[in-house]
């Protein structure tokens, strides 16, 4: 109940101090490519409930129809401002809606498309026992995903071996023993310091103690 209130109050704060922002963003959008400010895709939520996640577009508008889920810093689907908007982060902003409408929260694994989510084996479908979040310490220690991914002839493939093994072990480690408004707090203030604050420019071993998933 602690957390709802607390992802209620920071979601309206949020919301309210980035008023001014969202327009401006939405005629750069506008501006650059042809199509809708937002993207509603369809992400898993808590009990593996679909809903429609807010973004702001950083990519053609029939991206989906032209490669997979999984995105390097050099997709030719992301557009001029939206290669600025994923590198901050900013993208990422209008799921504050998600928060304060109850699909997210400010911090929990993040939500995965469908398609990922049936394919969970027993002991991930752990991560959908909370809402999934904003971020976490997997969002924080693979910021630069795209990155990794970058030059990859296979990013599915990519990702299935480099990046989503340790974000399975982060998040299960957050579901069983993190969760508490102190540990979600120190995540949001390193987020904002590691992924906004400092620009996005440098890797962080971030995260919680090491201790085995299982346990």
């Known amino acids: ?16 101090s980035l008023f001014w922002l969202f327009p401006l963003v939405a005629i750069c959008i506008k501006l650059d490519s042809k199509g ?3 993207y509603r895709g369809i992400r898993a939520g808590k009990a593996g409930k679909p809903f429609r996640i807010f973004k702001f577009r950083t990519m053609v508008p029939d991206a989906e129809q032209r490669g997979g889920a999984e995105t390097p810093a050099d997709d030719p689907r992301i557009t001029t401002a939206g290669a600025i908007l994923r590198r901050y982060k900013i993208d990422e902003l209008p799921q ?19 398609e990922e989510v049936v394919l969970y084996d027993d002991e991930e479908k752990e991560l959908l026992r909370v809402r999934p979040g904003i971020t976490d310490w997997a ?7 795209g990155e990794i991914l970058r030059g990859s002839s296979d990013p599915h493939r990519t990702y299935h071996e480099k990046i989503r093994p340790e974000k399975v072990r982060l998040g299960l480690s957050y579901v069983r023993n993190d969760i508490s408004v102190k540990t979600d707090l120190q995540i949001i203030f390193t987020t904002l310091r590691e992924v906004y604050l400092n620009g996005n420019t440098t ?8 201790r085995p998933v299982g346990h």
Request: charged share 20%; no cysteine.
């Open 1 to 16: 109940m602690l957390k709802r209130t607390l992802d209620i109050l920071l979601s309206i704060l949020g919301l309210v």
């Open 36 to 38: 809708p400010v937002f």
């Open 96 to 114: 504050l809606m998600n928060v304060l409408l109850g699909d997210m929260s400010f911090v929990g694994p993040r939500p995965e498309v469908m």
């Open 139 to 145: 969002s924080i220690k693979f910021r630069q995903e």
């Open 203 to 210: 890797n962080v071993a971030g995260g919680p103690r090491q």
